[in-house]
């Protein structure tokens, strides 16, 4: 409840904080009477931070609840939408979009980034669940981390050759909210929405999946039909997240830690839990870049990573957390 | 589903004569145990010699052998076979090994898949040390090797620090891994983003890992630090038998368990931290070398030299492709991502439970 | 079996290592130097950008040169055996229209040599620029790969150093010609750099009618970068010939390189015109279109922007070329646009 409450909060500072300083009275102004024509502090408030503030609750929620998801079902502490092979796959359609293709710009990259990390989810899954025993965590874990290597080689190897495909990757590989306005925020938005009802609806299988397969079946849930539906929903989220921001490492992975910290092992409280905690985190960390950067800003990834890394070392250190 | 055709171990079916199958199962893998790690080694040092012979200048069999020796006539022969094929392929060799160990080491020993040193940090700890000596002014000139070696190892014993509370569990080190390994891609993705285009082209270089990136001074530490391995080798076995048991049991057969493990992850960090040096962050070969050999073992499964010979061969093959064999010539990490990948998803999709150990 | 597999491996690789030939012959001795015809009589001096003074008994014929210093090289008549280059020869620009028949490619890619090939090219000297900031040869720097840094083992590297102007090189390189035997005076270099002066006296008379300020700038979709002159050298030839490049004024302390501007302060500077890296021209384009606030800097408003060769020119003649397009780009451009 408290951390619901502190949404609206992280949001307004959202808006009225950033690299340019604004006056408080001038950001409000900006909402009564903003046109085209108006002053580039109104532009700022409206068309950058507003869309911006949007994105980053999304895309935290998003990521926040798809690490839980992947966590759970695939039983294992170390799976995140990363090594589930969603970057790789969206770093691999964009790359391959701008040396093959030869098409660029940010929509472009959004769209691909959208196809590949759907395409690189579903294939993971496929070779998780060839085999005697279908998809087993270790093996999805596995065919994931696999396909990662394989597609981040081949995406590097596309790079390397193309130096101004190099010169888009780069800031594209770290992560970030800032220079995503309007077309691309309502782009993925709904994508992101649906994502996260989906997300919420799946905290009974989960529970029945961490009690292990045969238990699971003995409460008569479908092993089968409820990884590929978990799994679609990942797809989705992470896809749509991936899509709009680059690569966000660590969202997916900590949150499921932070979130069973406080709130025990049961996915109906865990998956909410697990959305609200992303949205901060994400929303919080891009706050924190763009005061600390001066007139530049620091990408959302890099905060995430020199701040909230030793923290939630700090954290596996100090609390007692619960293994999967 | 028919049973997989390359499958090579079921386990004994209980219905069989129980001492004489058990006497039949211990000679079967004992031997096997010998033989593997044997047949791949020498599988390593033929490609070895292929590679040698088959450069983009091509040689003869003789011509290589004899400048091995030091018995070639030949000085142009000579320059190209001892100071730059020679030493390249001594490096994919050790590299391989040295990954390749390390991998299987860190997956028993944290019993998990997924837990070889390029995901839980290690790798990401070298990879933040070099991006700073490519990008970072204050760090010009500085000696990369040395840069990475001291990275991997900064990290390796801070991941080690923050785990320990009465002792480490493998669960806590993992995790407190991933948390490091975020990190230090932030920090190298904040790196990325402010240098020069021609530094981050050379960072990329670095970051995607490339045998033959280092000098021959580098190449002999690992090369000693291998030899020194060698004679230690079955008392790590024997400790990771202990470990697999659990702690418990383990704790109960009076093994104490902490400097065990301590031995263990230090094995680990440093050949890690020496192949890192030597190659830049090779990815896959050590998360993948020890299900393949454990492939290959069959019940005598986790072998450290069947691991490290996989490791090589890996790397033997991923090098001469990426130099030889692409229109253009490619990191060494381009191809082992790219050949390894298929292969482990092929292992993947044909194995059975037990093989995979999950 | 998948014992059997492996074995089976083994013995086929044995097989074929036992059947493979030579490229080398067996009888020693070094191909006889095949160099220019005038070559002058030894022994030769030159002192590199390092500040090293190379000497050698004879003047070198058969080198090894970086593709940018191989383009000077070849427009004084003197053509180098092999040539390495920082990416591919077809779309490097300063190989674009040197003819390279004959010539060994060592290396199409950054840090990547083919040091074997190269050893058996006889080479007897090594070409390429001095880097001052990384103490080190254009492809020889201290990131690039041990393997390919072994190319200095087979002959001495010599280069003028990059540093406060283009100049710098081009002139280094029609020295460095003339050393070794260029009859510098009726090549296609000399057309060259009088093509330059002319080209850089019309760009200076034009900006001596005008009182124009540029930033030069690279944009991405979360920030834009606004370059520090200090760090390319073209930016202050600019400047000295009359087209004022704005020092940003809190460049990153650790990447002096640039200064770091959020969209949310893109106005920060008011020039007349902006500068955009000639290799990415069209892609930033694209960028800055989806950026509100990108036309909160008059001069992208106005729509003044020009392509900056940045961070490539060597050559009397490629440095001609840039400066008449840039001039032809510039006289357009309105200067009352900025502060």
Redesign the interface.
Known sequence: MLLAGLVPVLAFLSVTQGSRDIALRDVLDAFGHFTQSSSVDDTVTVRLRVPRTILGLLVGAALGLAGTLLQGLTRNALADPGIMGVNAGAAFAVVGSITLLGVSGLAFHVAAAFVGALAATALVYTVGSLGRDGATPVKMALAGAAITAGLTAVTTGLLLTDLAAQQQYRFWQVGSLAGRYAPIVTGVAPFLLVGLVLALLCGRWLNALALGDDAARGLGVSLTRTRVATFLVVGLLCGAATAACGPIVFVGLVVPHVARFLCGPDYRWLLPYALVLGALLLLGADILGRVLGGTGELQVGVVLGILGAPFFVLLVRYARLAEL | MSVPVLAVDSAPAPTQPAAAALRRTRRARRIRAGLVPAVLLAVAALLALLTLCFGSVRLSLDQVVAAILGAGDNDAVDFIVRELTGPQVKAAVCVGLALGAAGTIFQQLLRNPLASPDFVGISAGASVAAVAGIAVPAFAGASLPVLAFVGALVTAAAMYLLAWRDGITGYRFVLIGIGTAAFCTGVTGYLLTRTSLTEARAALHWLTGSIGQAGDTENDVLLVALLVLVPVLPLLQRMLRTIELGDDTARGLGVRIEPTRLVLIGAGVLLTALATAVAGPITFVALVAGPVADRLLGSARGGIVAAGAVGAILCLVADYVAQYLLPVEVPTGVVTGAVGAPYLLWLIATTNRRGMGG | ???RL??A??AS??L???A?????A?D?GAEPASGASATPEGPWTFTDGSGEVVELAEVPTRIIAHAPAAAALISYGIRPVGIYGD??VDTDPNLDGVDLTGIEIL??????I????A??LDADLIVADWWP???AHSGL??????????LA?LAPVVGPSQGGSILNLAEGYEDLAESLGADVENSQGAEDKAAFEKARDAFAAAMADKDLTALAVSP????LYAANPE?APELLDFTEWGLQVVTPD?P?P????????????A??YQPDVLLIDS??FE?AK??VA????WT?IRAAEAGQLIEWPA?WLHTYADYADALTKLTADLADVDDTIGD
Do not use: H, I
């Open positions: 079996m998948r014992l492996a074995l491996t083994a690789l044995a074929a290592l036992s493979c030939s030579s490229d080398v067996d020693d990416e591919s290396g199409e890619e950054w840090g990547s083919d040091v074997a090939k050893s058996t900031a990384e103490k720097e201290n990131s690039v790969k041990a393997k390919s840094k072994k083992e991405t979709a979360d920030l760090f809190a990153d650790d990447f002096p390189y640039w200064e770091n501007l959020s969209w949310e302060n106005d920060k290799r990415s892609e694209k960028t989806a950026q509100p606030t909160s961070f």
